[in-house]
């Protein structure tokens, strides 16, 4: 096998590399000058259609996963975008009260994160869908773990309702709202179904859980904690 290798690489096309004669561990490798330099030069192309097919593969096989593409190579947390989410929170509070999804207390408009009711770490994104106020002393507490199904996400339903009321009614926060899109208004779902104009609230309520809960089902498959705090307080 080696000789035909050696006849292929002399006679017909320059291989990129071939065995030596020596066997077993001892076998050597001889790589090609020319195509040596060729991958050197061409590293990042090489290196992107890897990831390209990488990420195929992984969908293909892991469809209920989101964001794969985000989870081939480590990404700081400290990339989130939430600065523009900030600002439309902070208008919201200004307007109305807004309740504290775990505590059922009034937010502290001094003393509030923006976090994910889907971990962060699970979707890899910065979706307005997913995200809320919440009082800043639980964050840490919660982390990367799944809030329980009943009974948060009603009340983290009717907190979205309430941005989603306010940002048709007062145009200063439409506007920040729109400031929204680039960051954090990607999902078609969400642009086309949940946040155009005309809703009441069992309809939202009805398109955020349909949408929501597939993706908090897969994060339970897919071995994420369930956060320890039992109801509303």
Known sequence: MTAYIKKINQMIVPLPYILGDSSKLKKEVYFNPDWVLMIQD????????????KVKWLQNNNPEVPGLVYKLAPMDEKMRKLSHARKLWEGILDVCEVRDVF???????????????????????DELWNLMPMDSSLNSSKNNKLPKW?????????????????????????????ACYRDNLHSIWAVRELYTAGKGKP??????????????DSARRQGYEIWNRDKVQ
């Open 203 to 216: 309809e939202f309520c009805h398109i955020l859980e349909k949408n929501m809960q597939p993706v908090y």
């Open 150 to 178: 009943e009974p948060f996400f009603e009340v983290f339903a009717g907190n979205q309702f309430i941005m989603y009321e306010k940002i048709y009614e007062k145009p200063e926060l439409h506007k920040l709202f729109e």
């Open 103 to 125: 505590t059922g207390k009034p937010v502290n408009t001094k003393q509030y994160d923006i976090d994910h009711f889907i971990p962060w770490s699970f979707v890899m994104n």
């Open 42 to 53: 061409n590293t990042v192309n090489i290196l992107g259609w890897i990831q390209y097919e």
